[in-house]
């Protein structure tokens, strides 16, 4: 199952999200490029997810799968304070 966590401070939002997935026939550099995937009808979430946040000084994120119990983990800090980044 997804698990979702969710944590929030005075400075801060944080959101954990765990879901499994076997990754051994691709890496996250690939899930990263635009219509790449491990689902059948997938392949613009993380590249989206990846072109919004990289847009915003204040939200950093980080991606790992961990092979041992291939759990694909995404956490996303989200600071207070909204900058959006000039382009």
């Known amino acids: 199952p997804i698990s979702i966590t969710?944590?929030?401070?005075?400075?801060?939002?944080?959101?954990?999200?765990e879901n499994p997935a076997d990754m051994s026939s691709t890496s996250?550099?690939?899930?990263?490029?635009r219509g790449s995937?491990?689902?059948k009808n997938g392949g613009l979430g993380l590249?989206?997810?990846?072109?919004?946040t990289d847009k915003?000084?204040?939200?950093?994120?980080?991606?790992?799968?961990l092979k041992?119990?291939?759990m694909f983990v995404l956490e996303?800090?989200?600071?207070?304070?909204s900058i959006?980044?000039?382009v």
């Open 6 to 17: 969710i944590n929030q401070t005075k400075e801060r939002f944080y959101f954990k999200i």
């Open 28 to 33: 996250l550099a690939k899930l990263m490029k």
């Open 37 to 39: 995937s491990t689902k």
């Open 47 to 52: 590249y989206n997810f990846s072109k919004i």
């Open 56 to 65: 915003y000084l204040n939200a950093n994120y980080g991606i790992k799968y």
């Open 68 to 70: 041992r119990t291939k």
């Open 76 to 81: 996303l800090t989200i600071y207070e304070k």
């Open 84 to 86: 959006s980044k000039t």
